[in-house]
């Protein structure tokens, strides 16, 4: 027992250290996932999420990002991602025209809480010349619950400088419904077990609440982990207006994203009607627009 709680810290200890490592030079890659419109299924924006090849080999950012927070070298990570972004999204702006409206970037709660970060977005932005509103910042649940006074003043300076606020991963995480109308956000980004949950008996419901609740707060709506038509064709009629997803394009290095703009196709598959047993389920008054 004591040779393999042994073993295991000393893997630990390792990781840690290349994680350092990695990010004082910065050893790391933005992937870029499109975000489409459900109607026209064009490509209006992208999410940036990190990528870390350790040793050759790739480690989630699920797991890498919340020991980056523990050690507290999450924020020149994140502000490294950021600044990568918006050099990205500046690029496509001036060769795609018209094309995107937005970038997204992933936020943690330390970021948020942590001094002069409003002021690095706002710099950042400036350095791009980029509009504030072209960035767009991912923030969860739990961020706002962990500190909900400091983060609630940092989203509002930076919603006033023109920034929007995205709530990730929506409904996964424990909002009350009282706290939330106060939130400071733009959009609710619904997660994806609630779209992979569509069809399975009874959570249909879940995502038309979810619709249902962002027109009351009057917030956009993204859908996350869309995998096939029919959760597409489903979200646009429940009046979705943006998704992203697995069916759509997985995230990708940035001159793929570049290639994706150039050949400024619809993507996905081929669109059909939702099915009937949909349209039953939903009355009419739901499947109006958000
Ligand atoms: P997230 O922000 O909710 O990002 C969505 C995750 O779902 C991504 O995983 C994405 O690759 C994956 N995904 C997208 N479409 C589909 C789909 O159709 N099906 C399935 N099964 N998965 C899909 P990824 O890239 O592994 O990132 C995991 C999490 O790590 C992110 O969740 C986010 O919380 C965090 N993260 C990633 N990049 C950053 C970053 O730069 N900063 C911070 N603070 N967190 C980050
Ligand atoms: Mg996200
Ligand atoms: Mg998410």
């Known amino acids: 027992f004591d040779a393999h709680v042994h073993a295991r810290a000393q893997d630990r200890l390792g990781l840690e250290s290349d994680l350092r490592h990695a990010v004082k030079n910065a050893e790391f890659e933005v992937h870029y996932q499109p975000i489409v419109s459900l109607e026209s299924r064009m490509c209006v924006g992208f999410e940036s999420l990190v990528r870390w090849n350790r040793n050759g080999k790739p480690v989630s950012p699920a797991d890498f990002v919340p020991m980056a927070e523990e050690l507290g070298i999450i924020e020149p990570l994140g502000a490294w991602v950021m600044q990568q972004a918006c050099q990205k999204f500046a690029e496509w702006k001036t060769r795609y025209p018209g094309q995107l409206e937005y970038i997204t ?4 709660a330390r970021q948020l809480v942590q001094q002069g970060f409003v002021y690095l977005v706002e710099q950042t932005i400036d350095r791009n010349r980029l509009a504030p509103a072209d960035l767009r910042l ?17 989203l509002d300076e930076l919603r006033a400088f023109g920034v929007k606020i995205y709530l ?8 009350s419904l009282s706290h ?5 956000v733009d959009a609710l980004k619904i997660d994806q077990s609630f779209v992979r949950g569509l069809f399975v008996q009874d959570r249909p419901a879940m995502v038309e609440s979810i619709l249902a609740l962002a027109r009351t707060l009057q917030t956009g709506v993204v859908a996350e982990g869309v995998e096939d038509e029919r959760q597409a064709s489903t979200l646009e009629q429940l ?8 069916y759509f394009s997985r995230p ?6 570049d290639a994706l703009l150039a050949a400024h196709a ?15 389920a939903f009355p009419a008054r739901t499947l109006k627009s958000a």
């Open 266 to 280: 619809p993507l996905g598959g081929v669109r059909q009607p939702a099915s009937p047993q949909t349209t039953v």
């Open 239 to 246: 009046g979705c207006r943006h998704a992203q997803g697995y």
């Open 138 to 154: 991912e923030i969860t649940e739990t961020a706002l619950m962990d500190a909900p006074q400091s983060a609630a003043k940092a």
């Open 180 to 184: 939330l109308h106060k939130l400071p």
């Open 252 to 257: 990708i290095p940035a001159p793929k994203a």
């Open 168 to 175: 990730d991963d929506f409904g996964t995480g424990f909002s």
């Open 105 to 108: 970037v992933n936020v943690s």
